[in-house]
């Protein structure tokens, strides 16, 4: 999976004695409104699935385990999946179902898988990551062999960490017995079993999930099979109300009762009630990093909560204009060795961000899918060396002004292809407007840039305008490619870090069009080559090419949590909370 991303933190009355309510407090503008778990592409948030759906409906599959994204057996409904070839040379899957029952009691079967892929299929165009080509295309046929056993056959043969990892990781069972309808009234049927069926049960739950005003009190929403089921929710703010699930036979503990999520209308807002000790588990925001002494004193403990992602700025390959120059590597190589990491790190993030090198996240630590190659900057920050190799390639250099092409050509010393000469290296870098941090680091990087005579502007604009522009970009006609540059906050994956939706030509991901050759044949073999190495010579070769300018990564927030709640650290790099684990503790 990949997606730009946009997060919360538990908080519970201050009095935690009672120990059995917890509170999660939504950040700013992130407040869940779509609960069927086939999201539609409008809806697909980080706050809609990880912190809202997930709490209800389980995947097939789960992944995080120990602050890793490791595949998480006890939490999982089905066992690991048995691998084999057929004759055809095919990849075969076979899945074998654990014992698990949804609220009402019924168990949850392979006809409950049957439900949610009959609906995907005939559904696919307005799932919220379908990719033509990927899942459920790469399926040649399911075979439901038993109640608790299918198997799925693909239509070639497949590296199997990335089938298991990525694409078997999106099953979702659905309660078949109670959601296969047509309109409230219809009774329940076998609808699904037909392509205009599945449409028009997928037509009803999609308008009844776009209800707000009867989430708490719609029968469809009361039968789920995750450790919570929902007992309130506002529609007009996002605030909602958990209560456990009694059947859920998964890992939990007693402590919590009740869960709550509770928009805030700013981070000041949050930070004011952590202040005031109105709040038992919070976060904190960026721009208050240098209270943390305050609030350590006050019993707090203080976490980074790393995402499974890694941050980057984006580079229209396709812009009419500044395209030709975007495709000389040695311009990319130019730009990136003009960005300071270690000083961003040190002083925009007060140390809470690692280096980035490379397309795969150097946090959390341990992931066997980070190569040796992206533990190593090749383009640590050099004026020098960037200022060498754009004079090397026929560049005037105006430190106190905007460097100009000097020898337009293709030759080895010349500005490259398609650049003209007299062409300016000034451009403008889009930014998500509202995160002062944010806005700190894109000043920083027009600092570093005007050393060696780049001229950079920059220009914040809310998020959704920001990622409407880059991708919008029509590289046949150049229509909607005037953008240069973007900052938008970095990628998430799914567990295993293919580049298929962001670096392949065409994925749905790439916003700023790169292509090469090289790059879609390394990536293939991610998907079809055994073992890790084909990720690792796909990592080692978009390092040194620089499909994007690499930012340093930042924790997707500072946990904020007191000494008597326990299970909080460490925490799912996938965004997953896990109220049902929340322990109450003496020290």
């Not at 209308?265 to 209270?291: C, H, K, M, T």
């Not at 190589?333 to 993030?349: E, F, G, N, S, T």
Request: with cysteine.
């Amino acid at each position: 999976m990949g997606a730009a991303t946009g997060g919360g933190a538990l908080v519970a009355p201050a009095a935690a004695a009672s120990g059995t309510t917890v509170t999660f407090a939504l950040q700013p503008g992130n407040s869940p409104n779509y609960i069927l778990p086939l999201v539609s592409s409008a809806y697909f948030t980080i706050v809609n699935e990880d912190q809202f759906e997930y709490l209800m409906y389980r995947p097939l599959f789960w992944y995080g385990r120990n602050g890793t994204t490791d595949f998480n057996p006890q939490q999982s409904l089905a066992d690991y999946p048995r691998f084999t070839v057929n004759r055809a040379g095919d990849t075969v899957a076979t899945i074998t179902l654990r014992r698990w029952r949804w609220s009402d009691g019924r168990p949850v079967t392979t006809r409950d898988i049957e439900f949610w892929m009959n609906l995907l299929r005939a559904n696919r165009q307005d799932w919220g990551v379908y990719v033509p080509g990927a899942w459920p295309d790469i399926i040649r046929a399911i075979a439901y062999q038993s109640p608790t056993r299918f198997s799925i056959t693909f239509n070639r043969r497949y590296n199997v960490a990335w089938l298991f990892n990525d694409e078997l990781s999106q099953i979702f069972p659905l309660p078949q017995h109670s959601w296969d309808k047509t309109s409230a009234h219809s009774p329940v049927g076998s609808y699904d079993q037909t392509p205009k069926g599945a449409v028009a049960v997928y037509r009803y739950l999609n308008g009844q999930s776009r209800s707000l005003a009867t989430y708490a009190t719609n029968p469809l929403w009361k039968v789920v099979d995750g450790p919570w089921r929902l007992q309130a929710y506002a529609p007009s703010t996002g605030y909602t109300v958990f209560t456990r699930n009694p059947a859920y036979p998964g890992p939990h503990s007693t402590a919590v009762a009740r869960f709550i999520e509770e928009p805030f209308s700013s981070d000041s807002a949050e930070f004011d009630a952590l202040r005031a000790g109105r709040v038992n588990i919070g976060y904190l925001p960026a721009q208050d990093l240098s209270q943390r002494g305050y609030l350590t004193r006050q019993g707090y403990q203080i976490a980074p909560w790393w995402q499974w992602l890694f941050n980057y700025i984006s580079i229209n390959f396709n812009n009419p204009q500044d395209g030709p120059l975007f495709h000389q590597l040695y311009l990319r190589q130019a730009l990136q060795l003009l960005v300071d990491q270690p000083a961003i790190v040190r002083h925009i993030y007060q140390g809470y961000a690692v280096p980035t090198y490379g397309p795969v996240p150097a946090v959390p630590p341990r992931s066997r899918y980070v190569a040796a190659s992206e533990l190593h900057n090749p383009y640590p920050f050099s004026v020098a060396r960037a200022l060498r190799l754009l004079r090397a390639h026929g560049w005037q250099i105006h430190t106190s002004g905007v460097d100009t092409c000097g020898r337009a050509g293709t030759g080895p010393t010349a500005c490259g292809a398609g650049v003209r000469r007299g062409a300016v290296l000034s451009f403008v870098l889009l930014y998500p407007s509202g995160s002062t941090v944010t806005t700190a680091e894109v000043e920083a990087l027009r600092s570093f840039a005007s050393e060696a005579g780049i001229a950079l502007t920059v220009k914040g604009t809310p998020y959704s305008t920001l990622t409407t522009t880059i991708y919008s970009c029509n590289p046949t006609t150049h229509v909607g490619c005037g953008w240069q540059l973007a900052d938008t906050g970095g990628w998430e994956y799914y567990a295993y870090p293919s580049g298929e939706q962001l670096f392949k030509t065409g994925g749905s991901g790439n916003s700023g069009g790169y292509s090469s050759p090289t790059a879609d044949r390394l990536i293939e073999a991610t998907l079809t080559g055994n073992g890790l190495q084909p990720l690792y010579q796909y990592q080692r070769y978009l390092v040194d090419t620089l499909p994007v300018l690499y930012l340093p990564t930042p924790p997707y927030q500072m946990t904020v949590y007191r000494h008597d709640l326990a299970g909080i650290v460490p925490q799912d790099p996938s965004l997953n909370v896990y109220p049902e684990t929340i322990r109450l503790s003496s020290g």
